[in-house]
RNA sequence: GGGGCUGUAGUAGAGUUUGGUUACAACGCCGGCCUGUCACGCCGGAGGUCGCGGGUUCGAGUCCCGUCAGCCCCGCCA
């Protein structure tokens, strides 16, 4: 086959080919979508990662490779040589890229031959995604997801063209790495040399990269995999790829233009859609108080209401006291969504139980605004009209309440307005719309350690007229932290960094890290702070994230090449496996019974 | 750790509510026919441990218990 191949060049890909190579003998090789056998006349649909081309076998014109063609079967691969002709009168296909065309084939050759494959190789059918990932590669084959990988790595190429235009270096970083015990669980390999001691894979290059700015390389940048050891979601996967950025001699802002250039360069290289910079920004209280959340969906309204301050001291118990504890009464308002079925309502106050909500109630606005409604009878009817004003009530509209803890009405509103969005079909997938959120908390409580954790992490910088409040409300105090929301998906997250070391070690004491302990875990990097470190920040995008949305896919499974399942294996290698007891004994592991704790 | 959905020829489904003779049609596959099709067409054929294990019953794809796998979500995770 070598010698085969040392002659016979391909020429062109099958999907390139139209009406301008008429005439023109090509060479094309590629698999057989499928062939049409007309007794006489045999039609094959030849495909490669372009696109598909016909090749049209004439038994009068060429009898042997017409022969040849008998005996192919779908998924063989094929060589072809032919001449590129307009297809006759009343056959042009305008389904196909190529459909003005077809090749006339005068030579055809079968290179390898293909089993029945498990699942057919085209889009149209529904195929269970535990079979997709065993035949992996033939999943990859279809259209619909070879589109997706190839359009993933246009995306890095616009990445790699901007950030270089930019003056960003590509660095690399360790993958065999320190085991940092704040943010998620990690991915850890045992060290052979050293018996007992462990590496950890990277949740991200975080401190190298900070380190890289402390050397002077100023702007750097990393297409790079990450690694973190928590469940797995539609959206997330145990490794994945960040595009990875830090800068000196920065601010907020700068980060944040420079990377609206970056965004702005990918949708117009990739989609063609220019995107003006500078985008929305919005505080984190506002996104939290409007939407509930801190990746607010902007592509629609449905925004969240507080009525905290009318229902305070209303008639409407149940509602008066969870404000009087604290809590909040919030609302949305489903424009002319009477018509929803009792069926409907249950659905969803089913749903916003899964967000910690006692109950939903709701509200059908009649004619003349007045209310059906379960407790429609706990108000009077100026508190009726008031909160019909705060929520612009109109007859048809749906009203729904959630009175609970801040966090839980927040949640469950958040989570209700998307899900009535899609419900109510408001969302459009190719409509962009992108919100920076700012001004998070730098801390957060921890019920369970009974201490602060860092909302972003360790080393992300308070805002200097914060500094003064760190000791005393900590929980006021706000971070030079920004993440960049797309479609309601968080699609980066980056802050500027603690480029010296008292804010730095005031930041351990305020997270109940010791002097020792943080020399221990993070020590390199104290100390490499003492050495003249520039200010600098960054930010990190989730590239799989990215391509999903770009993609319209509606699982980062779609987007990566080899995926894991949501517990975490690999169905195609059988990834994770045991190993044999040698390797074991190198590493000094020794293994408990299954699914016994250690004593 | 928890909640929900799904599992029937190679594929995607119907059948499960109400247990009853040989589990149904489509696509694919195999054979035959067909010279302008393009998700070609026509004729014929093969193909099943109803995820797995146990139970109830005269009898289980169908009911019960357990278990495995995949998916969605909560917790967890930037």
Redesign the pocket.
């Known amino acids: 086959m070598k010698e085969f191949l040392e002659g016979f060049k391909r020429s062109h890909y099958c999907g390139d080919l139209n009406s301008t190579h008429i005439g023109q003998e090509v060479r094309v090789m590629g698999w057989v979508?499928?062939?049409?056998?007309?007794?006489?006349?045999?039609?094959i649909?030849l495909r490669d990662r372009e696109g598909i081309v016909?090749l049209?076998l004439?038994?009068?014109r060429d009898p042997e490779a017409h022969s040849v063609a008998e005996n192919v079967?779908?998924e063989f691969v094929m060589a072809a040589q032919g001449i590129v002709?307009p297809?006759?009168e009343?056959?042009?296909?305008s389904?196909?890229k190529t459909?003005e065309v077809?090749i006339?084939i005068n030579q055809l050759f079968i290179l390898n031959k293909a089993k029945?494959?498990?699942?057919?190789i085209?889009d149209?059918?529904?195929?269970?995604?535990?079979?997709?990932?065993k035949y992996r590669y033939l999943d990859l084959r279809r259209p619909a997801i070879q589109k997706n990988i190839l359009l993933r790595h246009q995306v890095t190429q616009a990445v790699r063209d901007y950030l270089n235009g930019q003056n960003f270096l590509d660095i690399e970083t360790p993958i065999l790495t320190k085991s940092t015990p704040?943010?998620?669980?990690d991915y850890l390999v045992p060290s052979r040399v050293h018996p007992g001691a462990f590496y950890a894979l990277p949740?991200?290059p975080q401190i190298f990269k900070q380190l890289l700015m402390v050397a002077g390389f100023d702007r750097y940048y990393q297409i790079v995999r990450?690694f973190?050891d928590?469940?797995?979601?539609?959206?997330?996967q145990p490794e994945f790829t960040?595009i990875d950025c830090e800068l000196s001699f920065v601010s907020q802002n700068d980060v944040m233009a420079i990377m609206e250039g970056l965004i702005s360069h990918i949708f117009l290289q990739i989609l063609g859609i220019a995107i003006e910079p500078p985008f929305r920004r919005m505080s984190f209280d506002e996104a939290m108080d409007r939407y509930g959340v801190?990746n607010p969906d902007v592509r629609f309204d449905l925004e969240l209401i507080n009525l905290s301050e009318i229902v305070k001291d209303a008639g409407f118990k149940v509602f008066g006291d969870v404000v009087k504890k604290g809590g909040q009464v919030k609302s949305i308002n489903a424009k002319g969504c009477a018509s929803f079925s009792r069926k409907e309502i249950d659905d969803l106050t089913e749903f916003v139980k899964?967000?910690?909500a006692k109950g939903l109630a709701w509200v059908k606005v009649t004619e003349n605004n007045g209310w059906q409604s379960p407790i429609e009878k706990f108000f009077k009817p100026e508190e009726l009209d008031s909160i019909n004003k705060k929520l612009g009530a109109e007859p048809g509209d749906l009203l729904f309440f959630v009175a609970d803890n801040i966090k839980i009405a927040n949640?469950a509103l958040g989570?209700l307005r998307v899900h009535l969005a899609n419900k109510l079909d408001l969302l459009n997938s190719s409509n962009f719309s992108f919100v920076w959120i700012t001004d998070?908390p730098l801390l957060?409580w921890d019920e369970?350690a009974k201490r602060y954790?860092?909302?972003?992490?360790p080393f992300t910088a308070p805002k200097d007229e914060d500094i003064p409040i760190m000791d005393s409300e900590p929980e006021k105090a706000r971070a030079k932290?920004y993440?960049l929301v797309l479609n309601g998906s968080?699609i980066g997250?980056?802050s500027i960094r603690i480029h010296d070391q008292e804010t730095q070690s005031l930041m351990f004491k305020l997270l109940n890290i010791s002097p020792e302990e943080a020399d221990e875990k993070f020590g390199f990097l104290l100390q490499a702070l003492e050495y003249g470190a520039p200010p600098h920040g960054g930010i990190?995008f989730?590239l799989d994230r990215l391509v999903m949305l770009l993609t319209g896919s509606?699982?980062?499974?779609d987007v990566i090449s080899f995926?894991?399942?949501?517990?975490a294996?690999c169905?195609l290698s059988s990834a994770p496996n045991t190993v044999a007891d040698e390797q074991l004994q190198e590493l000094s592991i020794r293994l408990t019974p299954r699914g016994k704790p250690l004593l």
Not at 116 to 120: H, L, N, Q, S
Not at 182 to 185: D, N, P, S, T, V
């Open positions: 979508q499928r062939r049409r056998d007309h007794g006489g006349l045999i039609f649909d016909q049209a004439d038994p009068e079967r779908n002709s297809r006759p009343g056959t042009i296909n389904n196909m459909g077809e006339e029945t494959t498990p699942f057919m085209d149209f059918a529904d195929i269970a995604e535990n079979l997709r990932l704040e943010g998620a669980r949740q991200s990450c973190r928590e469940d797995l979601r539609a959206d997330r960040q801190d899964i967000y910690g949640e989570h998070f957060e369970e954790t860092a909302i972003h992490h932290a993440d968080e997250g980056g990190a989730g509606e699982s980062i499974r995926p894991k399942t949501q517990k294996s169905l």
